[in-house]
C-alpha cells in the first residue's frame, strides 16, 4: 500500500521528537530528507528518511 512508504508529518515529528514548527524550520533549512506533496499533504519517503537517519548517527552507537 502507499500510505506505507511515506512518514506524515505527525510521524516525522514523533520519530525526531520536535513541534511542526520545528520540522517545517528543518525542512526550509534542507536539514531533513526532501519531502513530497501527496493530495494536498507533506510526505516523507520512508526510504529516504530511515537513510538520513541511518548517516546521521552512524557513529553514536
Same mark, same amino acid.
Given at each position: ?15 525526531? *521528537?520536535?513541534?511542526?514548527?520545528? #520540522? ?9 530528507? +526532501?519531502?513530497?506533496?501527496? *493530495?494536498?499533504?507533506?510526505?516523507? #519517503? ?9 548517516? +546521521? ?5
Amino acid at each position: 500500500m502507499i500510505e506505507n512508504k511515506f512518514y506524515t508529518t505527525q510521524q516525522m515529528c514523533e520519530l525526531f *521528537g520536535i513541534s511542526q514548527t520545528t #520540522l517545517w524550520r528543518y525542512r526550509e533549512l534542507n536539514q531533513l530528507p +526532501r519531502s513530497i506533496k501527496l *493530495g494536498g499533504k507533506r510526505r516523507w #519517503l520512508r526510504d529516504d528518511v530511515d537513510r538520513f537517519i541511518e548517516r +546521521r548517527f552512524e557513529g553514536d552507537v
